[in-house]
């Protein structure tokens, strides 16, 4: 059974951090470029981050760049998001997602694999 199990996700502070992990089991993770998106209330799923282990490749979005960092462990199948500087703007259920080899074109139409998110609140 193919998962992508995230954690990590909880209530900060503005100006705070927080580390979201994805676990990822039931497929090969070698083929797959995993990375992040996020579903603010009243908004549409945005791609923020995509890492591949194919071209040593990783994206960032705008709204996170120079704040968030992703990384792989491929001994343990996973990938991480280190989220700094957080914002209120922020808040978010931030899902890990699965797409075949590359990040270029890294979008919801182009993704294999969802988790089930977890929510990242960053209050005033």
């Known amino acids: 059974e193919v998962q992508l199990a995230e954690s990590g996700g909880g209530l900060v502070q503005t100006g705070g951090s927080l580390r979201l992990s994805c676990a990822a089991s039931?497929?090969?993770?070698?083929?797959?470029?995993i990375g992040w998106f996020r579903q603010a209330p009243g908004k549409e799923r945005e791609a923020i981050s995509c890492?591949?282990?194919?071209?040593?490749?990783?994206w960032y979005s705008d709204s996170v760049k120079g704040r968030f960092t992703i990384s792989s462990d491929n001994a343990k199948s996973a990938v991480y998001l280190e989220m700094n500087s957080l914002e209120p703007e922020d808040t978010a259920v931030y899902y890990c997602?699965?797409?075949?080899?590359?990040?270029?074109?890294?979008?919801?139409?182009?993704?294999?694999?969802w988790g089930k998110g977890t929510l990242v609140t960053v209050s005033s």
């Open positions: 039931g497929f090969s993770f070698d083929s797959y470029a």
């Open positions: 997602a699965a797409t075949w080899l590359f990040c270029s074109g890294y979008g919801a139409d182009a993704i294999d694999y």
């Open positions: 890492i591949s282990r194919e071209d040593g490749t990783t």
